[in-house]
Antibody, heavy 121, light 107 residues
Framework: EVQLLDSGGGLVQPGGSLRLSCAAFGFTFRSYAMSWVRQAPGRGLEWVSGISGSGDGTYYTDSVKGRFTISRDNSRNTLYLQMDSLRVDDTAIYYC??????????????WGQGTLVTVSS | TVLTQSPGTLSLSPGERATLSCRASQSVSSSYLAWYQQKPGQAPSLLIYGASSRATAIPDRFSGSGSGTDFTLTITRLEPEDFALYYCQQYGNSPPTFGPGTKVDFK
């Protein structure tokens, strides 16, 4: 059974940093691209960032380019999102998601339970 | 690619048929259109991919159709557990984008 366990969320001041983690179980982690998708309180879903199975390819939505960094450790079956220069409008639940394939098909087959990031002074 | 979903809310009773629409601002490549269900306090879950293929363990009362810019999710005979939020998502054009959602609630 596929399991994705998100962690690392919390309260941070504007301009601060957080690092999210997603531990993966039940599948061959290196064989699948992964993404982060966020949902602001009471709002819809927004894709944030994705990474290929090997980690060689990384992709970002425009609003987080230069501030967020996605990475993965295939030896630890773990996905990360380093979030710097956080803004109030980054406040959201952040979900990690397993994609359909190794690269290039951002269809989100399995999702973590989400971790809440609150950016506020 | 901007996705628009209609209606915003659909008020129905158990046993009724639900028809949800998703329209794209440009053609979705290879019919790479998916539907997700989200219940309160839970993560979304995949229902339909490739516009019309059901994900694993999704009951056949859920069906998807459409191509190009117009797509539909149909739920025949609503069950109590089907009252939820539904999002469409396109993954054929970069970046992947989601619609704003349709809420199916009790009449």
């Amino acid at each position: 059974e596929v399991q994705l366990l998100d962690s690392g969320g919390g309260l941070v001041q504007p301009g601060g940093s957080l690092r999210l983690s997603c531990a993966a179980f039940g599948f061959t982690f290196r064989s699948y691209a992964m993404s982060w998708v966020r949902q602001a309180p009471g709002r819809g879903l927004e894709w944030v960032s994705g990474i290929s199975g090997s980690g060689d390819g990384t992709y970002y939505t425009d609003s987080v380019k230069g501030r967020f960094t996605i990475s993965r450790d295939n030896s630890r079956n773990t996905l990360y999102l380093q979030m710097d220069s956080l803004r109030v409008d980054d406040t959201a639940i952040y979900y990690c998601a397993q994609e359909w394939a190794n690269v290039g098909v951002p269809l989100f087959v399995h999702w973590g339970q989400g971790t809440l990031v609150t950016v506020s002074s | 690619t901007v996705l628009t979903q209609s209606p915003g809310t659909l008020s129905l009773s158990p046993g009724e048929r639900a028809t949800l629409s998703c329209r794209a601002s440009q053609s979705v490549s290879s019919s790479y259109l998916a539907w997700y269900q989200q219940k309160p306090g839970q993560a979304p879950s995949l229902l339909i991919y490739g516009a019309s293929s059901r994900a694993t363990a999704i009951p056949d009362r859920f069906s998807g159709s459409g191509s190009g810019t117009d797509f539909t999710l149909t739920i025949t005979r609503l069950e109590p557990e089907d009252f939820a939020l539904y999002y469409c998502q396109q993954y054929g054009n970069s970046p992947p984008t989601f619609g704003p959602g349709t809420k199916v609630d009790f009449k």
